[in-house]
Structure formats: C-alpha cells, structure tokens
C-alpha cells in the first residue's frame, strides 16, 4: 500500500509450475485527503460503471453535488474526521478490491511492507509475527483511539483504515503476517550479511525475477502481500 495506488504479490504455493498473482487498487493513503482534477485515467479507475460499488462510494466520499469535474478531500490531514467518513473510506477500499477480483480469505504467510508496515508501527505490532486477527484489533484500537482526539491525525486514519480495509478483505484472521521494511539477506546461505529495505516494488520483483520460487516460500499455500 502507498500514497497513490495499493498492491498486492501472492505466491499459490511453493510447487514448481505454481502461478504468482500481483494485482492493484488506484487508491492510496493520499486519496481521501487531496483534490484532484479529473481525468480520463481517474474516470476509468474510480468512477467506471464497470465497478458500479466503487463508482457509487467514491462519488459519495470524494465528490460533491453535480458533474464529476474533481473531487475533494474527504478530511483534511491536520482537521477532526467524521467517524463516518472513515467508515466510508474503509467501505471504498473493500469494494474496490472485491470488484477488481481480489483474492479473499487467504490463508499462509503474508509479508506487511511500505504503508502496510508503517501501519503496524502507529499501531505498535510491526516486526512481530502474528495472526491476522490480532494485527486486525491492533489497527482498530489505534484507529479508535486517533478518532477520539480532536486533530492532527488525518494521514495516520487514512493509512490504517487503507491497511485494515485490505488486510481484512484478502486475509483469513488465522493467516500470518509479519509487518517488516528492513532484513538482513545472505545469512543463511554462510555469505556476507547485507542489510536490505524493502519498499512497494518487492513483489513486482520478486515476481519478474522468479526469486519467489526459490527463496521467499518454504511451505505449502504460503502467500505474500
């Protein structure tokens, strides 16, 4: 997950011949909280009849009465949040990836990086490995206790509503996930430790360089996203 689009790397199992699945959302932890002129890219992404839910709430949240010209923000980053405009950004999020055929209700091993990881350090569960339910209620207590306060907190409820929405649609609540940006890689192997950070484009390549298959799934129906 990111500022303007979120993805989404799954690996089938770790059988040879097995497929890897990578798709895209065109929403981010930015997109409640920015105008933006619309275009013939915006109008294919959000406001497309073909996804008539997400067309339907993102009209809703970001638009105002009248023609699609461009939309508004949802709330600002330093001003107070309606509780159910955040309801609302969460519902956006989970049409939208259901509609676009997201998997849902995997189980295995999930990999949390990017927004997806700062998320887990707001909600203070980041480097741990966990089931997803218990990621799940580590996001909705800080998602509370932020609605709670009077301001200031406008980016931080985007993002772990974003996660929340993403991880609650995709991920069964007994799936694992570990929410970490920085490893080290070559340990195991006896050569020289590197430290290495991974960021949004992990899964990309690991999937065009075929590194999935032999090094990241150990174990059958383990996936990563």
């Known amino acids: 997950a990111g500022s303007g689009s979120s993805q989404v790397t799954l690996r089938?199992?770790?059988r040879p011949g097995t497929g890897t699945y990578n798709s895209s959302?065109?929403?981010g932890n930015r997109t409640p909280l920015v105008a933006m002129k619309i275009t013939s890219g915006h109008e294919e992404a959000l406001f497309s009849s073909a996804f008539p839910e997400t067309r339907r709430k993102a009209r809703e949240l970001l638009c105002g009465p009248g023609?699609?010209?461009?939309t508004r923000p949802a709330w600002t980053e330093e001003g107070p949040t309606e509780h159910k405009r955040v309801q609302l950004w969460k519902e956006l999020v989970a049409a939208c990836a259901l509609e676009r055929g997201f998997p849902i209700n995997r189980r295995g091993l999930f990999v949390g990086i990017s927004a997806v990881?700062?998320?887990a350090v707001e909600a203070g569960c980041e480097n741990k490995l966990m089931e997803v339910g218990h990621f799940l209620k580590c996001l909705e207590n800080k998602r509370q206790e932020l609605l709670?306060?009077?301001?200031g907190n406008g980016?931080?409820?985007a993002n772990l509503t974003l996660v929340a929405a993403l991880v609650q649609t995709v991920?069964?609540?007994s799936a694992l996930i570990v929410c970490k940006r920085r490893w080290v890689v070559g340990e195991?192997?006896?050569?020289?430790?590197v430290d290495f950070v991974a960021t949004w484009t992990l899964g990309l390549y690991l999937k065009q360089s075929g590194l999935l298959d032999m090094h990241v799934m150990t174990a059958e129906d383990s996936d990563i996203v």
């Open 188 to 193: 195991e192997v006896g050569e020289n430790p």
């Open 148 to 151: 709670s306060m009077a301001s």
């Open 25 to 27: 959302i065109p929403l």
């Open 155 to 157: 980016r931080l409820l």
């Open 117 to 119: 990881y700062y998320a």
């Open 67 to 70: 023609g699609l010209s461009e």
């Open 171 to 173: 991920l069964h609540t």
């Open 12 to 14: 089938q199992s770790a």
